[in-house]
């Protein structure tokens, strides 16, 4: 089909929509591009090393050339068509940077580094569950508390109130919010060993 397109059989390279439709022939840029369109990939690609890449570069080159007037006074098509391809692949590579010092950064303002080798500070999947588990484990063991003791130890332990501030909170003396938490954590000692 691209010797088709390049050899003007298909017109500007877009399907008609009916017989009786007539297409203007392409413009000198769009003619010059159409044949040398496998140049300019491998031209491309020689350069960013990616056949993939310089096919979106001709692809937007393409694009380039569409937009433009069909009678735009080229002088040399294809000199102008081997600029804009380098000038388009300039473009890229200076989006690449970017990109990667964008890229760079983040990692820097979010990862830490040791040796300047990242380190994770997410537990391994297998860890996280078992947090979790012990995590409910100890939520339910608390639940199972004395209500008085249990608040206790929330209030304490679990939401750092000092001693005084839950003794008060609680309405009870600092003394029996001591015995309170030493009680219950004896009891989810004994609970979690067994």
Excluded: C
């Excluded at 397109?5 to 159409?34: H, M, Q, T, V």
């Amino acid at each position: 089909m691209r010797r088709e397109i390049a050899a003007g059989k298909w017109g500007n390279g877009l399907a008609s929509s009916g017989p009786s439709e007539r297409r203007a022939a392409p413009g000198p840029l769009l003619a010059a591009f159409l044949e040398k369109r496998e140049n300019l990939v491998l031209f491309l690609a020689a350069r960013v090393r990616s056949m993939a890449t310089a096919e979106d570069l001709v692809q937007d080159l393409y694009l380039k050339i569409a937009a433009m007037p069909a009678d735009a006074a080229v002088q040399a098509p294809t000199a102008l068509l081997y600029r804009m391809a380098s000038n388009l692949l300039v473009d890229h590579v200076r989006s690449d940077q970017r990109a990667s010092r964008r890229n760079a950064q983040w990692r820097m303002d979010t990862r830490v580094t040791l040796g300047g080798v990242d380190v994770v500070s997410e537990p391994a999947a297998d860890e996280a569950l078992m947090e979790k588990d012990r995590a409910r484990l100890l939520a339910q063991a608390v639940a199972d508390l004395p209500p008085q003791m249990g608040r206790a130890f929330r209030l304490h332990k679990l939401e750092g109130r000092s001693q005084a501030q839950t003794a008060e909170l609680m309405g009870i003396s600092q003394k029996m919010v001591e015995q309170h938490i030493a009680v219950a954590m004896r009891r989810l000692a004994e609970r979690f060993r067994s």
